[in-house]
Nanobody, 119 residues
Framework: QLQAFGGGLVQPGGSLRLSCAASGSIASIAAMAWYRQAPEKWRELVAVVTSTGITKYADTVEGRFTISRVNAQNTVYLQMNSLKPEDTAVYYC???????????????WGQGTLVTVSS
């Protein structure tokens, strides 16, 4: 119920835009975020945006990546510029979703989309 799009192969210095849409019954979404996992590495937080638009980035992507969301569409984006080979990873979106007014908030994860930065 979280579906990510936009991965692919890009040359160093290039750009990509990832998107991720939440579907199903949704009362509210708190934070939305992007994580990534490179081969043989731990999954790491890339960027997070709160429901009020406050953002935070990993030091490794600060100034190059921009996270944004459209609340009316339950969608989060990750604009990635000046990509480097070390940005190569599977990127996952996640969202804290409350399905109804009477249920708790739970974390949901998308299926992941592969970003490869290579010449």
């Amino acid at each position: 119920q979280l579906q990510a799009f936009g991965g692919g192969l890009v040359q160093p210095g290039g750009s990509l835009r990832l998107s991720c849409a939440a579907s199903g019954s949704i009362a509210s979404i708190a934070a939305m975020a992007w994580y990534r996992q490179a081969p043989e590495k731990w999954r790491e937080l890339v960027a997070v945006v709160t429901s009020t638009g406050i953002t935070k980035y990993a030091d490794t992507v600060e100034g190059r990546f921009t996270i944004s969301r459209v609340n009316a569409q339950n969608t989060v984006y990750l604009q990635m510029n000046s990509l480097k080979p070390e940005d190569t990873a599977v990127y996952y979106c996640t969202a804290q979703i409350r399905r109804t007014a009477f249920t708790p908030t739970n974390d949901y994860w998308g299926q992941g989309t592969l970003v490869t930065v290579s010449s």
